[in-house]
């Protein structure tokens, strides 16, 4: 069976990529700016900024959000448009990448 690794979209972390208790002061992101930078630097780098500010990286393909997080269906959607958004980018830049390998003169 094939597994996958997971972050939360609505959750801190601390400098070592565990969750931070949720007891504790921000460990819920209920932001939507927030979430959406947050997600945004995953996609980009894989890596979250932990609350002590330490870029921790995170080996995952999967993106989830805690149903009983207040904002939880706006979070998801502000993932799915990061994520569809992430790879329409993807998509451009894989594709210049091929023109300009076939037709180095091909205007930028």
Not at 36 to 48: A, M, P, S, Y
Request: net charge positive; with cysteine.
């Amino acid at each position: 069976m094939r597994t996958v690794g997971k972050v939360f979209a609505d959750r801190a972390y601390d400098d070592e990529g565990r969750l931070v208790n949720r007891r504790l002061p921000g460990a819920v992101i209920t932001d939507l700016k927030e979430a959406e930078v947050r997600i945004n630097q995953f996609l980009g780098r894989c890596t979250f900024t932990s609350q002590s500010g330490k870029r921790v990286k995170f080996d995952a393909q999967c993106i989830l959000v805690h149903s009983d997080t207040p904002g939880a269906v706006e979070i998801a959607k502000v993932v799915r448009n990061a994520v569809e958004k992430g790879a329409v980018d993807r998509a451009a830049h894989r594709t210049r990448e091929l023109i300009g390998a076939r037709w180095p003169s091909a205007p930028s």
